[in-house]
């Protein structure tokens, strides 16, 4: 199993340009995960999805957007970037049975905007 | 406010020595606690979880939970190199979705 992978490692954009960032896993989970992580804030919900066809939002949703179309893939989806969204990206799947419902982590995608 | 504070550091320790992390939280409900590890440029990936209050050990490492006083921690024995790294700490509630809550992170750095 690959887990978790995440699309493009690296990115940048300047001011207004869009972007999807892509995540795929193969452990056939039902919920994932978009997370941002800056330094000394941790890492903060962007959106994420209990299952296919569900989307809910997180923490920090303004200027995303993301769709769950299937089980494997959860692309989050920048529209108009602004500097503000420079950061590292980080995509998670939850194991959904047994008594923990552990996160995976993707490698994740450190974007800039210029 | 934030609902959990863990101080950033850096941490720097002699390889060998016994390390001391902690995580204080505001919210009692909190009922499941976890310690992930993040290698630099790398994902955040669990290393120990905790429900509830108690103790728990896992080779080197020992969690802990002290629920009277929102506070965990995480005791690394003999440290090695390969230990550095940044150490978060989540923690969520079971009707949350099993949304996890996190701290800042420490980076841990372990000299040889």
Known sequence: NAGVTQTPKFQVLKTGQSMTLQCAQDMNHNSMYWYRQDPGMGL????YSASEGTTD????????????STTEDFPLRLELAAPSQTSVYFCASRRDRGPFNEQFFGPGTRLTVL | QK???QDPGPLSV????IVSLNCTYSNSAFQYFM?????????P????????????????????????????????RDSQPSDSATYLC??????????????????LIIKP
Do not use: C, H
């Open chain 2, 14 to 17: 002699p390889e060998g020595a």
């Open chain 2, 45 to 76: 990936e669990l290393l120990m979880y905790t429900y509830s209050s108690g103790n728990k050990e896992d080779g080197r490492f020992t969690a802990q939970v002290d629920k009277s006083s929102k506070y965990i921690s995480l005791f690394i």
């Open chain 2, 90 to 107: 989540a923690m969520t509630t079971m009707d949350s979705n099993y949304q996890l809550i996190w701290g800042a992170g420490t980076k």
């Open chain 1, 44 to 47: 903060r919900l962007i959106y």
């Open chain 2, 3 to 5: 609902e959990v504070e």
């Open chain 2, 35 to 43: 310690w992930y590890r993040q290698y630099s440029r790398k994902g």
């Open chain 1, 57 to 68: 939002k997180g923490e920090v949703p303004n200027g995303y957007n993301v769709s769950r």
